[in-house]
């Protein structure tokens, strides 16, 4: 690892983000940690909990990830359809408060924490780096047809997913020099063609999320080293939603992410030059 500022990216992907809990341990074991922490969606939830105690973070996400809210999220038992969803934010806001012990603002946090969310009004990206820390990350992760838009101010938002799923470019303009990034599995495997109607729509998706990363990680300024830690997944197939809604499944991406996430970082040791940004 260099000596310049180390930024934490973690990108979108729902209950796959499990595993970025893993990737998480297997960084903070090699004593990687962070000036920065940046993240959308999911990213943004787990993202916040690293941001507010980094030395009891572990805990209190596999205290979330295991917390009744989210087993109530991934069987469907929190369920509360609305004209425009179909969960409240509510567990969501649980869940989050308890992972956040108190801490209310991003000025109480440990870390420099920012998270991404769509502007509704404006179709526009929007950064939250100061103020209230609750409403800002349930905007982040407010994933349309699933929670409700989040209203601050005089706007709304939507998951910062849609228009910057994995930022690695907010981090390298924070001035980011050690960019570890904590994907969700995706983009380790390749698209294949839409096979139906809907997969019309996951494919679409999937391609402008994916370009938007592959061209921020080419514009990195030569000399930013990004390490893109794998989840250790075998196939596109195993990052399917419904493959992975078990507490079980949960556990296993997160122990599957950290032995990659671990040797991964091995070889990095014995390749000290890492990955080269604008390599891509």
Not at 40 to 49: C, D, K, L, P, V
Not at 177 to 205: C, K, S, W
Request: glycine share 12%; charged share 20%; with cysteine.
């Amino acid at each position: 690892m260099g000596s310049g500022k180390v930024a934490f990216v973690l990108g979108g992907g729902g209950v796959l983000g499990a595993v970025q809990v893993g990737m998480l341990r297997a960084v903070l074991e090699r004593g990687i940690r962070p000036d920065l922490v940046v993240g959308t969606s999911i990213g943004a939830i787990n993202g916040a909990i690293i941001a507010a105690d980094l030395d009891h973070a572990l805990d209190r996400l596999e205290e979330a990830w295991s917390s009744k809210e989210a087993r109530q999220f991934t069987s469907g038992t929190g369920l509360r359809p609305g004209r425009t969803h179909v969960m409240s934010t509510d567990l969501l806001r649980r869940l989050l408060e308890r992972g956040l012990a108190g801490v209310e603002t991003f000025e109480e946090l440990d870390v420099e924490f920012r998270c991404c969310a769509a502007s509704v009004e404006r179709a526009a990206e929007h950064w939250f780096a100061a103020g209230p820390l609750v409403p800002a990350v349930l905007a982040s992760a407010a994933l349309p047809g699933v929670f409700p838009a989040v209203r601050i101010g005089d706007e709304h938002f939507v998951d910062g997913g849609i228009v910057n799923s994995i930022p690695v470019g907010e981090a390298a303009d924070a001035g980011a020099t050690d960019i570890y990034v904590m994907q969700v599995g995706r983009i380790e495997h390749p698209l294949t063609p839409p096979r139906n109607q809907l997969d019309n729509a996951r494919v679409a998706f999937e391609i402008s999320r994916r370009h938007r990363f592959a061209r921020d990680a080419a514009g990195l300024a030569a000399g930013t080293r990004m390490h893109v830690l794998p989840t250790g997944t075998a196939s596109a197939r195993s990052n399917r939603i419904s493959r992975n809604l078990s507490p079980a499944a949960v556990r296993r991406r997160m122990d599957t992410a950290y032995g990659a996430a671990t040797a991964y970082l091995d070889r990095e040791d014995a390749t000290p030059e890492g990955d080269i940004g604008g390599s891509g």
